[in-house]
């Protein structure tokens, strides 16, 4: 198993209440009424989200079936008609809530925008017709390659408003990310900005579409829709490309919301997996939006006057569910902002909090770790008093971690949410309920109502307190992913096969190991296949592999996570050149940027080592498992047996 890799100098085995005035403004207000809840899930799970969805959503049509459940196949609220961007906008303006602020935004340069939930209808309206212009229709699938400015999630909102399927590409990737992506969906419209803002400089966008779409790239896409954010100079191709600030000069501002299904298509988000490149997880409708709501209300103990900050890149999961829709949904404040922690601006962070008065707030490990080593100072010489809840997702927190953010930034008064989830669960999964559940640093604690969680083994056995196994969910729940993007098998095979219950049941598996203590709080270990974590993103170690060997001086790469004290993971990969190369740390560096050209910044290696020849078995397999121990610097543990030459061995750790 990939055990965690963070060093922990501090042991911490305290539990952590939350306070009586937390629980006193809080939405559960006892332990007695929300287990009652939990049992009432367990009992009668379709009854009981049948009950929520009933209660939080408008539905323009009441569905026919709850729960229709053909392994692995689920669809939910089967025959309901909704739109989540009705319910994220619409809904809201039939009360005072019309001029409440849905998206405060905050610039990197200190520009900044309020837009009320009234004037978020207008603009996602007017939005949605100028995709309409572009020739959008229900079906069709809609990149958006965006900085982190409003008009990502306006777009998102209407991609969902016109029944337009999103698949948001991280504004971190290049060419061939892109192009993969676009490719796989088969995208029509690509929805960009010249540029944005990344640590005080300006990084472009457009020119990365433009490089996807060069030599007919991607030949599904059809128009390419600009948004002007940082003023660069754009080249702009004659009936293909349009400003959004043209466009929506000619636009009507009301555009009603399509009637979906429940089980349409919602969105695309793509994520690493063990093999090949990466997987189109999809999200639906009906199930989506219930999922997202309630986890927001339940973990974050949402109240109506928040002020809710979650810092992740709309480019990822988080940022869907936890920036966009599930606050939107409630009708919740939400702060976006597009910078991030940098050296000329190092309290950026916390003027947010304090301008704004953010109430809860939600980040990564990782970047809890960076801000504890910039110092206290930051924090301290501001005032983050408004705070009254914290969270954190991603990775496991390391103790040391854990105690820093709940002294220095919550004031030893917030508790934290450590909340367990995937690309693929469409929320959150595991997490304490912030007024009912004591906080255990580096346990997400309990799995949320309606959630059958259990670690087991191979065959889908329980296990002891304790024991290491496998994370697992026993029954569908709303959030869950429907398939992989046009490829219903490679679902079946990543996500159901790998844990086999005698009876022939199915669970759903993605990656984590774990172990439940004595009070049966879950304890997240990391991955047990080939993805690694590096700073709370996921990456696959094949796909960084492909674009390492798509160098020509690589002949053979294997990449492999090594344990880091700030990023909990980082890139190490082993490389042996072809023969006309030899090693030298320019060629290391050149490798190094070849892989920021064609995945981005977030996959390049850490360290590069050149070899003669990889650890493999005589079936030609290599063996990470002895690759992660030298790259980690311990000894090699277990089985080298099956190794076919054994000097490769002893020549890799004599380099090392
Ligand atoms: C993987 C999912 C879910 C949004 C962000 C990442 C790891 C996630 C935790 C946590 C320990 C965590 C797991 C998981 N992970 N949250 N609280 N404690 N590990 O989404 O990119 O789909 O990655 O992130 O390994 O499988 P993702």
Redesign the pocket.
């Known amino acids: 198993m990939n055990n ?1 890799n963070i060093e922990s100098v501090l042991q911490e085995a305290r539990k952590f209440e939350p306070s009586a005035e937390f629980i006193e403004k809080s939405n559960f207000k006892s332990l007695q009424e929300y287990q009652d809840l939990r049992e009432r899930s367990l009992e009668e799970p379709e009854k009981f989200w049948a009950d929520l969805a009933q209660s939080q959503l408008h539905w323009f049509k009441q569905w026919e079936k709850v729960l229709d459940w053909q392994p692995p196949i689920a669809k939910w609220f089967v025959g309901g008609k909704l739109n989540i961007s009705y319910n994220c906008l619409d809904r809201h303006l039939h009360s005072w809530r019309k001029n409440k602020a849905a998206i405060i935004w905050e610039g990197e340069p200190g520009d900044s925008r309020v837009i009320t939930y009234a004037q978020l209808h207008r603009e996602v309206c007017q939005f949605a017709n100028a995709l309409k212009q572009l020739g959008a229709s229900k079906g069709d699938r809609i990149a958006i390659y965006m900085p982190m400015i409003p008009e990502a999630a306006i777009a998102m909102l209407a991609c969902a408003r016109i029944g337009a399927a999103h698949t948001v590409i991280f504004g971190g990737f290049s060419r061939e990310a892109i192009k993969d992506r676009l490719n796989d969906a088969q995208v029509k419209i690509v929805v960009t900005a010249d540029g944005g803002y990344r640590k005080d400089k300006v990084v472009p966008l457009k020119p990365q579409v433009d490089l996807a779409l060069s030599d007919n790239g991607a030949p599904s896409v059809e128009k390419v829709l600009v948004v002007q954010r940082s003023n660069s100079p754009t080249e702009m191709v004659e009936g293909r490309d349009y400003w959004w600030h043209e466009l929506r000069k000619s636009v009507s501002s009301e555009c009603q919301a399509q009637e979906m299904d429940s089980e349409d298509m919602l969105f695309i988000l793509y ?2 997996g063990t093999t090949g490149t990466p997987k189109g997880v999809v999200h639906t409708t009906g199930g989506y939006n219930l999922y997202s709501h309630m986890t927001t209300k339940w973990v974050f103990d949402l109240q109506e006057t928040d002020v809710y900050w979650c810092t ?1 890149d709309v480019g ?3 940022g869907h569910s936890y920036i966009v829709y599930g606050p939107l949904s409630n009708g919740a404040t939400t702060v976006m902002y597009e910078g991030v922690t940098r050296a000329s601006n190092p309290g950026c962070i916390w003027d947010v909090i304090e301008k704004y008065g953010v109430t809860i707030f939600y980040t ?2 990782t970047a809890i770790r960076a801000w504890l080593k910039m110092g206290e100072e930051h924090p301290n010489s501001r005032n983050l008093t408004s705070l009254r809840l914290l969270g ?6 390391n103790p040391e971690a854990w105690i820093w953010y709940h002294r220095v930034i919550g004031g030893e008064r917030c508790p934290i949410v ?8 469409g929320g ?1 999964m ?2 304490p309920i912030p007024s009912v559940i004591p906080t255990k640093p580096g346990s ?1 604690t309990q799995p949320l109502p309606g959630i059958q969680a259990e670690i087991v083994d191979l065959d889908g056995n329980g296990l002891l307190a304790n024991q290491g196994g496998y994370l697992t969910i026993k029954y569908p729940w709303p959030g869950m992913m429907r398939t992989v993007y046009g490829n219903p098998e490679r679902f079946r095979k990543s996500y159901w096969e790998h844990i086999q219950p005698k009876d022939g049941q199915y669970f759903y598996f ?3 190991g774990a172990r439940e203590d004595e009070d049966g709080y879950f304890w ?1 270990m ?2 047990v296949d080939d ?1 690694i ?1 590096v700073a ?3 990456l696959g170690t094949m796909e960084i592999e492909s674009a390492l060997v798509s160098h020509p001086a690589v002949a053979e790469a294997a990449v492999v996570g090594k344990a880091d004290s700030l990023k909990g993971e980082d890139i190490f990969a082993f490389i042996t050149l072809e023969s006309s190369y030899s090693p030298s740390d320019k060629l290391a560096e050149s490798l190094k940027q070849h892989v920021v050209e064609e995945i981005g910044a977030i996959a390049r290696p850490g360290e590069i080592r050149f070899t003669d020849a990889l650890p493999k078995t005589r079936s030609g397999k290599i063996m990470r498992r002895l690759l992660r121990g030298l790259a980690s610097g311990g000894e090699i543990v277990g089985d080298t047996s099956t190794l076919e030459d054994r000097n490769v061995l002893d020549q890799l750790r004599e380099s090392i």
Do not use: F, K, M, Y
Request: hydrophobic letters at 35%; a negative charge.
């Open positions: 965690q994520t690493s992740a990822w999961i988080t990564a490990p954190t997702v991603g990775e496991p927190i450590d909340t367990w989830w995937q690309t693929e669960t959150i595991i997490a997400c993605a990656g984590d997240v990391g991955r993805v974590n709370g993103h996921r």
